[in-house]
């Protein structure tokens, strides 16, 4: 015991000394788990000497640890066998975080505070291991670092118990409140910057609504202003920043990776440097693991100092109930793209609370029955049907009208009923997309076919190069129809989707037609009964085309309550289509029997043969695709 504290003692003045010693067992507790972390990275280092070893020199720098010597000793720790280490200066290193854990039980008996004398037993109950040569086992790391209760008591966990009633010891000295963060011990040049902290915290702490959190302490602990918040209810989630001069650092912990790096993201506009992410094993944390990550920021002038407090102390609220908000939004996208959204909520000051308050997922989820109806398959994600970017489109504007819903004091039903209409509106937009695709493939199409009549009429004039011009032209055609399908699978909905299963059907279409056009190119004799019979086939081939491009352009307009005229023109294109199926049909035969009685040989007639079997087999594929989207729309829009 300091001799201060001994006199003060003896008088029973020892509340005089509380807030002193309060901050020394923080900045006691700031230098033990450093040295925690310095043990368990040397063993880590030894056990795995070629992976890159830090010197967790920032650690050391944030808890206020001077020595410098210390940044060796990871680098230099090595494995001696049978589960031996030799781990430079680790006798002063035990030494230390007795010494360190004996200063955080000061305040705490000096209190009188009711865990006080159970702390104290448990920390005589502990012996400073006898190290020799700096040698150390891997059981005397674990017995003084381990986080697992099972495994019976540590130094580690008594100091996270201390340091849970330090914090509560804190708040209850508080001697005044700066925008309602409990502050002591500090100076009058700190009020400015606490106040910007919480100017920050108290312009988005209404965004967590009836959320508890976000309450903040402040002291002073030598040269360091120190600001602690309470996101998080375990003692891994914490954030603890200390302000020296204009340089800002901030410690924080979390047991979910994700998060702690959103958190890092939330810092473009500034320059801040983070040190190296480390795990941490705990058998009382989520996964038995937390994460803990330091980031330092120097301003240039006091004005901008406070700037950045301000914005620290703002993205605290984007912390609150973070991964059960990711987890809801991974339902429907991806996780990249779930993580996006919430950057872009707080990017914007919107967060995600609200959203969750109103429904969360369930909103969604409703808006997809509204929406798609009967088409709604058990296991359909939102990213499948309207595509990912459309997705998070969507679910941003889920974000932006809970929340305007919520601070408006708009019922929850109103909310739900725009959340509806947005995604009915943007399933609407979407299908008109990948209808205007559907059209620009049937378009092209459409030139195969004329570019089989234009081949057969210079067949028939015996204008053979032509032939193969066409030819060439069909190719480049049926190219462009090929890229529209392939663009059509990457930009639009998944590949069995109707619009792409159309699509598909219709490509083989565009194949038939250009075949068609090679095969004619194979007859080079003089023209006859056979190439004339050809073009009759040929004819309802290409009007069928034409009247497929009138049905996806009526389609669009096809739904519940459309005038009639407008299914109209829907149903005859449809219809036009089958009758000239049946018309190719006859034109077939009509072929056959030519060629039945052509009197060249068969290597002359080859290709009108083959060409007659593409063009038959385009007009099934035309009227099968007209039958296709007939279905959709009788069977999945008007009766959606």
């Given at each position: 015991m ?34 925690f972390?310095l ?68 305040p ?64 209850s ?84 990776l ?85 950057k ?45 970017s ?114 598909s059907?219709?490509?083989d ?74 018309v ?10 030519t ?21 038959e ?24």
């Amino acid at each position: 015991m300091p001799e201060k504290t001994r006199i003060l003692d003896s008088l029973n003045e020892q509340a005089l000394l509380l807030p002193s010693l309060v901050n020394r067992a923080l900045a006691a507790n700031d230098r033990v788990k450093y040295r925690f972390t310095l043990l368990q990275a040397a063993q880590a280092h030894a056990e795995r000497p070629d992976a890159v070893a830090s010197s967790l020199r920032a650690e050391r720098l944030a808890a206020g640890v001077q020595d410098g010597n210390l940044d060796r000793v990871v680098g230099d720790s090595e494995r001696l066998g049978n589960g031996r280490y030799r781990v430079p200066e680790s006798a002063r290193i035990m030494h230390d975080a007795f010494s360190d854990a004996a200063e955080m039980l000061e305040p705490l008996r000096v209190a009188e505070s009711g865990d006080s004398a159970a702390f104290a037993q448990r920390l005589q109950a502990f012996a400073i291991p006898d190290i020799a040569g700096d040698e150390l086992t891997a059981e005397q790391i674990h017995a003084i670092t381990t986080g697992d209760r099972a495994a019976g008591d540590s130094l580690h966990l008594l100091v996270m118990d201390m340091h849970r009633a330090l914090n509560a010891l804190q708040a209850s000295l508080a001697s005044e409140t700066i925008s309602g963060c409990r502050a002591y011990g500090i100076r009058d040049t700190d009020r400015a910057l606490i106040a910007a902290f919480m100017e920050g915290i108290n312009r988005t702490a209404p965004l967590k609504f009836d959320h508890p959190g976000l309450s903040a302490t402040a002291t002073r602990v030598g040269d360091k202003l120190v600001l602690q918040n309470d996101i998080g209810t375990t003692d891994a989630h914490v954030l603890v920043i200390h302000v020296t001069g204009r340089t800002v650092t901030v410690t924080y912990t979390d047991v979910h990776l994700p998060r702690l790096l959103f958190f890092q993201s939330l810092f473009d506009g500034y320059a801040v440097k983070w040190e190296d992410t480390r795990s941490r094993k705990d058998a009382g944390m989520e996964n038995g693991v937390y994460h803990l990550c330091v980031g330092s920021h120097t301003a240039r002038n006091n004005a901008q100092l406070r700037d950045y407090l301000g914005h620290l102390g703002s993205r605290l609220v984007f912390l609150i109930d973070w991964n059960r908000a990711r987890k809801r939004l991974r339902l429907f996208v991806p996780r990249k793209a779930a993580i996006d959204v919430l950057k872009w909520a707080a990017d914007g000051n919107i967060g995600h609370m609200a959203w969750l308050k109103a429904g969360g997922e369930q909103l969604v989820f409703d808006a997809m029955s509204f929406a798609y109806g009967s088409q709604l398959r058990p296991g359909d994600r939102l990213d499948d049907l309207l595509t990912e970017s459309r997705a998070e489109q969507f679910l941003r504007f889920n974000l932006k009208q809970a929340l305007e819903g919520l601070t408006q004091g708009r019922p929850a039903s109103l909310v739900a009923d725009e959340v509806r209409t947005e995604l009915a509106s943007q399933v609407r937009s979407t299908e008109d997309a990948m209808l205007d695709t559907a059209l620009e493939h049937a378009g092209l199409i459409v030139e195969l076919a004329d570019t089989v009549r234009a081949a057969l009429e210079a067949a028939q004039a015996g204008w053979q190069h032509e032939v193969a011009a066409m030819a060439e032209r069909a190719k480049d055609w049926e190219t462009a129809a090929d890229r529209e399908l392939n663009s059509a699978r990457s930009t639009l909905l998944e590949v069995d989707n109707f619009i792409m299963q159309l699509m598909s059907e219709a490509d083989d279409i565009a194949d038939d037609l250009e075949e068609a056009v090679f095969h004619i190119t194979l007859s080079r004799t003089a023209p006859g009964a056979s190439i004339s019979a050809l073009g009759r086939l040929v004819d309802p081939v290409a009007n069928a085309s034409r009247e497929l491009v009138k049905a996806l352009a009526a389609s669009r307009h096809a739904r519940r309550g459309v005038p009639r005229e407008d299914m109209d023109d829907f149903l005859q294109a449809v219809h036009a289509i089958r009758t000239m199926e049946h018309v190719s049909d006859l034109a077939e035969r009509e072929v056959k029997r030519t060629l039945a009685s052509d009197p060249r040989p068969f290597s002359e007639v080859f290709g009108i043969v083959e060409a007659a079997r593409n063009l038959e087999e385009a007009a099934d594929g035309l009227m099968h695709v007209a039958l296709l989207l007939r279905d959709h729309v009788m069977g999945k829009v008007i009766h959606a």
